[in-house]
């Protein structure tokens, strides 16, 4: 543990109120602040936000679950910023009190993948980068630890809002990889299935990056206007519409030149790889963990008998600080509105209500925005 005095911030203050998960359950504890390794900042958090994948954790779906671990439990999050509180002996380029975030997977930038340019498989594991609320503590606390800050803190613009910049550090950084990694041409026809938050950060991408048409696809009727908001040019639901049908009569026959699958369904992506076109790409954004089929069905004739040219792309979060920081100077220049996603708000105090209301669809959360100030 490193001592940290002066310049590099004041370590005297000892607790912080956490969310904590354990047991299945998780609740307001009051926990130890954390101490910032020599390539650490600690953050005090002033906002933050929750995804399912807090969900997860919460159920205990993810690794901690295990041992010593699920006795102290883990403090829940990955998406929050807030000011630096602490600096670690060997971090450079931050002050006291800079205003700060940094993206959910936060990688270490020095292993084989992360210099193979595959950060979020930091460590040689799926996912591996991922570690905040998995497998150490995470954000959804009064102060909270960014591990490796050079390689992940970015100061935020004074411009950028709070609800821009927690979008930018999950939802975004997530849902337009799928996008970014396709590398469409200006005019394109893209085509997203599934619209929670990363499906629609998918949508808004899209249509950044020069699509002429997006087409949405839900499962029920829903969220339209939301939609349209961010981009999209024709919404779908799978209740009212022959989905396949109208795709491939709005192209022609041909198909789009990129379908993004963020719908999470093992149903779902067979019908991307028929609704892409030859030559096109087919990008998922789903993470299919938990499904019940230990396989996905790939249709042959519809992918062209293998000699179709029809890339598939998987991708997890594009993450770094260069990338964040070009994500917030996106959002600095205001190109659509992030409360857009922000559906309701709420202090840390509530956050397990928030919880709560995150997992019930009647209440219509899309994202939280907790306050801490
Ligand atoms: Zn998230
Ligand atoms: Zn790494």
Redesign the pocket.
């Given at each position: 543990m490193t001592e940290v005095v002066g310049d590099r911030g004041d370590v005297s203050r000892r607790d912080m109120r956490a969310f904590v998960a354990r047991g299945g359950g998780a609740r307001i504890e009051t926990r130890e602040l954390p101490q910032p390794g020599p390539n650490d900042v600690i953050v005090r958090t002033t906002a933050a936000s929750m995804c399912s994948a807090d969900i997860a954790t919460v159920k205990g779906d993810f690794d901690f679950a295990t041992g010593s671990v699920d006795q102290r439990g883990i403090v829940v999050g990955h998406e929050a910023i807030g000011t630096v509180h602490a600096i670690g002996e060997l971090v450079e380029g931050f002050e006291i009190g800079d205003r700060v975030g940094a993206a959910s997977t936060s990688?270490?930038?020095?292993?084989t993948?992360?210099q193979r340019g595959f950060?979020g498989h930091?460590?040689g594991t799926i996912w591996g980068?991922y570690t905040a609320g998995v497998s150490r503590d995470g954000y959804l606390a009064e102060f909270y630890r960014v591990t490796d800050a050079r390689e992940n803190l970015v100061r935020i613009p004074d411009g950028v809002s709070d609800a821009a910049a927690l979008l930018a550090i999950d939802t975004l950084a997530s849902g337009s990889s799928g996008v970014e990694a396709a590398n469409i041409a200006l005019g394109s026809t893209v085509v997203v299935i599934g619209q929670g938050h990363v499906g629609l950060a998918a949508t808004v991408t899209a249509k950044l990056q020069g699509a002429a048409r997006v087409i949405v696809v839900k499962n029920r009727p829903g969220g339209e206007d939301r939609a349209r908001a961010l981009g999209a040019t024709v919404t779908l639901n799978h209740t009212d519409d022959d989905v396949r049908a109208e795709v491939l009569r709005l192209t022609d026959g041909a198909g789009a030149d990129l379908v993004v699958e963020a719908s999470g369904s093992t149903q779902a992506f067979p019908l991307a790889i028929e609704l892409t076109r030859l030559g096109g790409t087919t990008s998922v954004l789903s993470s299919y963990d938990g499904a019940a089929e230990s396989s996905l069905s790939l249709p042959i004739e519809q992918w062209g008998w293998g000699l179709g040219d029809k890339t598939i792309l998987s991708t997890f979060q594009l993450c770094g600080s260069e990338r964040i920081s070009r994500l917030l100077r996106l959002l600095e220049s205001e190109p659509f509105d992030p409360n857009v996603f922000f559906t309701h708000t709420y202090s840390f105090d509530e956050v397990g209500r928030a919880l709560t209301e995150l997992g019930d669809s009647s209440v219509g959360v899309l994202k939280p925005l907790i306050q801490f100030r």
């Open positions: 990688p270490c930038g020095q292993c993948n992360c950060k930091c460590g980068g």
